[in-house]
């Protein structure tokens, strides 16, 4: 008996292997991947933008991103495909969040992890040297 999970997708509860989604929802996202690629590998759409895609496919945005964040929709050979940054909406083509929310966010932890250091531990005494100058 394997695991038991919730489909990402659809929340069915289904055995758990190395998708996070069940084996309907991974059809019909094989499906979709099939129509984004076919749509996409036509001259004239090439430069498509993520609008016009789901437009064209009426496929679920989110469908689409997800396809361009695990790379299966490559942004160097389709450069116009970008998506909202989670945080600040700007056009990013990897991860979660632009270059500039990740580098607010990267301070905002080391922040939050010096804070939670002051809290736990004492900062070392300083020590001074007294250097003997008269040489
Ligand atoms: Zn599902
Ligand atoms: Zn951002």
């Known amino acids: 008996m394997g695991e038991l999970a919730n489909c990402a ?25 099939t129509v984004v690629y076919q749509f996409l590998r036509k001259r004239e759409n090439r430069e498509a933008t993520l609008s016009e895609i789901v437009n064209a496919t009426v496929l679920g945005k989110e469908m689409i991103i997800k396809f361009i964040k695990t790379k299966r929709l490559r942004t160097s050979e389709f450069p116009k495909l970008t998506y909202p940054c989670e945080r600040c909406g700007v056009d990013i083509v990897r991860g979660r969040f632009c270059a500039d929310c990740t580098d607010e966010l990267k301070k905002d932890l080391e922040r939050y992890d010096s804070t939670k250091k002051d809290a736990t531990e004492r900062k070392p005494e300083r020590v001074y040297y007294a250097f003997d100058r008269n040489d």
């Open 9 to 33: 997708q659809c929340g069915t509860v289904f055995v758990k292997n190395i998708r996070d989604v069940c084996s309907a929802c991974y059809r019909k996202e094989e499906e979709a991947f």
